[in-house]
């Protein structure tokens, strides 16, 4: 099999995942009978304010991303941008347990905000530090043998990205 097809194959597969996704979703809406409608006017404006920050955190980390790309890339050979690439990407995996909790604790917290904002700030407190001590183990072994961790899940090819792990571990952190 060629590399060509294995692409393709990857890529039908995360298709097939999504339109899986997608009818999961529907289910459940129409299982759980949540009446889908016109918005009313000024739930825009409401949302908005109320997700602006996150979508503008996911911008900047983006675009931050790709320009230290293109700055690594610049000042040293491409053999150092794959490095750097390899390296980035495993602390961006501890990165999705935070995101996944806030969007599962989103709706809870508009709703509990809207009642008691005193419920929502210590419902927020308690995530916050929940999603620490989850995090913390896994980033202070990185932290603290960092090429280890690099030969390990990536390669030995990759032993001089040990630094650039740990500093991206303490960033994710």
């Known amino acids: 099999m060629t590399i060509g097809r294995c692409v393709d194959l990857?890529?039908?597969?995360?298709?097939?995942g999504e339109v899986a996704a997608l009818a999961l979703a529907?289910?459940?809406f129409v299982r759980a009978r949540i009446p889908m409608g016109r918005p009313r006017p000024g739930m825009y404006r409401t949302y908005l304010a109320f997700t602006a920050p996150v979508m503008l955190l996911a911008l900047g980390e983006t675009v931050g991303k790709w320009l230290r790309l293109v700055m690594v890339g610049f000042w040293w050979d491409a053999k150092a941008v794959g490095q750097y690439y390899a390296a980035a990407k495993l602390p961006e995996g501890f990165l999705l347990?935070?995101?996944s909790m806030a969007v599962v604790l989103l709706p809870t917290l508009s709703r509990l905000h809207r009642r008691t904002p005193e419920e929502a700030r210590s419902l927020?407190?308690?995530?916050?530090r929940w999603?620490?001590?989850v995090s913390w183990a896994p980033l202070a072994v990185i932290l603290a043998a960092n090429a280890a961790c690099v030969h390990?899940?990536?390669?030995?090819?990759?032993?001089?990205?040990g630094p650039?792990?740990?500093v991206l571990g303490g960033q994710a952190l």
């Open 10 to 16: 990857a890529m039908w597969a995360f298709f097939v």
């Open 26 to 28: 529907i289910l459940l």
């Open 97 to 99: 347990l935070p995101l």
């Open 124 to 128: 927020a407190l308690e995530a916050e």
């Open 131 to 133: 999603v620490s001590i």
């Open 152 to 161: 390990i899940l990536l390669s030995g090819q990759f032993t001089r990205a």
């Open 164 to 166: 650039i792990l740990a």
